[in-house]
Nanobody, 127 residues
């Protein structure tokens, strides 16, 4: 299992932006699909976005499509999640997850498919 580490969360006003980071150890980023999930209080964990290891193709949940952008920086072993036009309903703990056998597609994300997780970073969207 990988030891993933999220950073970049915080408090932002509606309409604002945040950029989350997921640090992946060593060269593991070359061999793992990386996804972002989020969990709001009292709600189930929701898949937000995912990026593939092979071709860099990506997936976005309908709730964030057009507002969030996932990207990989292989030189820094980091996956970023740029979040723009944030809404109060984007509030929650954001987790990055990785798996060597997963392929991101339009079929959506299931947390049970990912074997490695970070500790999470809090995102709060509020005025």
């Amino acid at each position: 299992q990988l030891q993933l580490a999220e950073s970049g969360g915080g408090l932002v006003q509606p309409g604002g932006s945040l950029r989350l980071h997921c640090a992946v150890p060593g060269s593991s980023l070359d061999y793992h699909a990386i996804a972002w999930f989020r969990q709001a209080p009292g709600k189930e964990r929701e898949g937000v976005s995912c990026i593939n290891r092979s071709d860099g193709s990506s997936y976005y949940a309908d709730s964030v499509k057009g507002r969030f952008t996932i990207s990989r920086d292989n030189a820094k072993n980091t996956v970023h999640l740029q979040m723009d036009t944030l809404k109060p309903e984007d509030t929650g703990v954001y987790y990055c997850a990785g798996d060597p056998d997963y392929y991101c597609s339009d079929s959506g994300l299931d947390s049970r498919d990912f074997g490695s997780w970070g500790q999470g970073t809090q995102v709060t969207v509020s005025s």
